[in-house]
């Protein structure tokens, strides 16, 4: 990870339109700023209403700032001139699949952004193939979207997006709908994507054992950017984060218990690999 930045938001504030009749909304995102730099992998929490999906959708252009600006690799993502160049930097997957899967048949779906930027037949089938087994799907190629499991499904959206090779993406709550098998296959592919190919990744979780496998978490509350650091900074913050609604993982939770009641644990683990070496450390001191 290098320290450029591929999105940048300056002063942001965004306010959806009032419905007809209706006072205009409070901004979803007000004086809002925040880096993401490249290679990096961010985690972004926030309760429901705060403004998370609203930033991923200012990221690409699909919303534009009605204060402030959203600049990818400087180019501001108001002018629609850019829009075509900033998408092609950005990508954006959503919480449900289904509403990002356009094909009948996987190679199909994961081609359509390829095939809308106008390139050679070769070149499509190589960025389809190298994506549907960048997240794990080449298999899976033939098969129907719909008869796919939730997990699969939302890897397949993945490829889609990563078939346009972004720079950067952005995934908003992409496990919300998911069981554990799904969201660990989807995690799993995440951090791949990040760590092997060195794409900058911002995820929109309300999981925090997603969170912490981040390089860097930002919270968002009441439509401002709250706290960042790393995640052994913000999961510091116990109190703060409980205030707005928000936890701490549960081995977190269970360490510091543990050290209530007497037991020497380092109650700033926050992964069970990190519990479990703790803890045999412990034991075998004694």
Do not use: W
């Not at 320290?3 to 339109?17: K, L, P, R, S």
């Amino acid at each position: 990870m290098d320290n450029t930045n591929i999105v940048e938001f300056h002063n942001v504030t965004f306010c959806y339109d009032a419905d007809e009749g209706e006072q205009q909304p409070e901004p979803a995102i007000r004086d809002f700023t925040f880096n993401v730099k490249k290679g990096e992998f961010v985690a972004v929490l926030g309760h429901n209403g705060s403004g998370k999906s609203t930033v991923a959708k200012l990221s690409n252009s699909i919303l534009i700032p009605n204060e402030g600006k959203v600049l990818v690799k400087g180019m501001d993502t108001a002018d629609e001139d850019l829009s075509y160049e900033i998408r092609k930097t950005v990508g954006v997957v959503f919480q449900n699949p289904d509403n990002q899967i356009v094909a009948s048949i996987v190679e199909e779906d994961v081609a359509f952004g390829p095939e809308n930027l106008g390139l050679p037949r070769e070149e499509i089938r190589k960025r389809v193939d190298d994506s549907l087994k960048a997240v794990g799907m080449y298999e899976y190629r033939h098969h129907e979207p719909h008869k796919l499991s939730g997990g699969q499904k939302q890897r397949v959206a993945i490829a889609g997006i990563i078939a346009m090779r972004p720079e950067c993406i952005f995934l908003d709550e992409p496990t919300a709908m998911l069981d554990p098998k799904g969201r660990k296959e989807v995690m799993d592919t995440v951090i791949k994507l990040n760590k092997e190919y060195g794409m900058s990744v911002v995820f929109i979780t309300h999981f925090m054992e997603e969170a912490v496998l981040a390089d860097r978490v930002a919270v968002i509350d009441n439509s401002r950017l709250l706290l960042e650091g790393t995640p052994k900074e913000v999961f510091k913050q116990e109190d703060l984060l409980r205030s707005v609604g928000l936890d701490i993982p549960q081995i977190t939770n269970l360490a510091r218990e543990m050290k209530k009641s007497g037991v020497k644990v380092d109650d700033s683990v926050l992964t069970l690999n990190e519990f479990v070496e703790n803890i045999t450390a412990l034991l075998g001191d004694k």
